[in-house]
């Protein structure tokens, strides 16, 4: 059974108060899903065999880049802690992700590095990639940061001192 707003407020996480609570509808869900299938049927009639390749080699790249751009960035800016950080694979938080709560301002920085230094190291590629696998590099990397970029779009006016929780089926932003 679901509370109200006003109870969900009162629920803690420590000394951290829900403040709001972002669902992933089952909408986002699908659509986030036939980008993915756009993408894989573009690829797949424009370049057939090179596409395929390309395809499996970019979503497999571009997790690695992000992977070590966070752990980079982590090391750099905060304590890492492998235990609050994994990989998901469940839609629409596909990739290395934190799976416990986490500074929003730091999720912010995080991913704004991930965004433009991954296109930096993408474009670094650019000489020895073919135009598939480009195409690719860029489309997967901007389709992994997409569903990220849309929570900090609806978290902008918050205070930036909270903490998130992401989970599968729910965001929540708290903070004390």
Request: glycine letters at 4%; charged letters at 20%.
């Amino acid at each position: 059974m679901r509370g109200t707003l006003a109870e969900q407020e009162k629920a803690t996480i420590y000394q951290y108060q829900l403040i709001r609570k972002i669902v992933v509808r089952k909408e986002l869900i699908w659509s986030y899903l036939s980008v993915a299938c756009i993408i894989s049927i573009f690829q797949l009639a424009l370049y057939q065999v090179d596409g395929a390749i390309a395809l499996a080699l970019g979503l497999i790249v571009t997790q690695l880049i992000q992977f070590i751009i966070i752990r980079l960035t982590l090391i750099r800016v905060d304590e890492p802690d492998n235990r609050r950080w994994g990989y998901r694979l469940i839609l629409p938080w596909v990739g290395y992700i934190p799976i416990a709560h986490i500074e929003l301002a730091l999720f912010r920085r995080l991913q704004r590095h991930m965004f433009w230094l991954g296109l930096c190291a993408i474009g670094v590629a650019y000489p020895w990639a073919n135009e598939a696998q480009m195409i690719s590099l860029i489309c997967w990397h901007l389709w992994t940061l997409a569903p990220r970029v849309v929570l900090l779009r609806q978290l902008r006016k918050v205070r930036r001192d909270g903490v998130l929780r992401i989970q599968a089926a729910d965001v929540s932003y708290y903070h004390r």
